[in-house]
């Protein structure tokens, strides 16, 4: 069993809101370990070497070892519980593993191959990842820290399937018979489309040009303009008069 990290834990009695706050006003982060046909118990764990790995995908994806009072016990992180407005570790939930015992959990997708395959280098294509990461079931023994899919052999308006994934011997992705998504693509770049303002003001132009155009293209006779021009004259001298 390929054991990635370790941490000392403590056990921890007074449970609910305000413990749990104090603990973490001390620098620990509240835990819960449970499963391999044991009681739950209430952890605590030290906050800043949590924040050194969290941001590791093996983290998730390995086998963690804790120690309890004197006593090691392999687990795999569940569920990590962040602060919604700080970058701190509100919980940490903790699965026991067993050997004889297949477990389940995310394994990330790493591709290689991308920009020596075809349909990017030669094609001018644009590579599209659907899925990253994708649940297996496999006993501790056989567990990857990651799956690889090889996209060099792919050219333009090609799709890699979740069943295209290698499974190294062990390892399963279960109800893979019945759904199977895409996880890469290659396709070609979308065309740049026109400013929408340079686009209204093309089509608007013919527009002012007809409207320029309406009353020479009315035929008025010269002589009945100068009429109307005549009568509009008075109005302005009197309006200037009073």
Do not use: W
């Amino acid at each position: 069993m390929r054991i990635s990290f370790s941490f000392d834990a403590e056990s921890r009695g007074a449970q609910g809101t305000g413990a749990s706050r104090r603990l973490r006003n001390a620098g620990r982060v509240p835990a819960i370990l449970y499963g391999g046909h044991l009681q739950a118990e209430a952890l605590s764990l030290e906050h800043h070497k949590l924040l050194t790995v969290i941001e590791d995908e093996r983290f998730y994806s390995s086998i963690v070892q804790i120690t309890v009072d004197g006593t090691a016990q392999p687990a795999i992180v569940k569920d990590v519980q962040m602060h919604p407005a700080r970058h701190q570790i509100v919980h940490v939930d903790l699965q026991r593993v067993t050997e004889s015992e297949p477990i389940r959990l995310h394994l990330p997708i790493h591709f290689k191959g991308e920009a020596a395959s075809p349909g990017v280098k030669v094609q001018g294509g644009i590579v599209s990842h659907m899925v990253t990461d994708v649940e297996v079931i496999c006993l501790p023994k056989d567990l990857p820290e990651f799956l690889e899919l090889d996209l060099s052999d792919m050219n333009l308006n090609e799709t890699k399937f979740l069943a295209d994934v290698p499974l190294p011997s062990g390892v399963t992705i279960p109800h893979l018979a019945h759904r199977n998504p895409p996880v890469v693509s290659i396709h070609s770049p979308r065309a740049a489309e026109p400013e929408p303002v340079a686009a209204e003001a093309a089509a608007a132009a013919p527009v002012e040009g007809a409207a320029a155009a309406a009353p020479a293209a009315a035929g008025a006779p010269a002589g009945e303009a100068k009429k109307g021009e005549e009568k509009a004259a008075p109005a302005k001298k009197e309006g200037v008069k009073k």
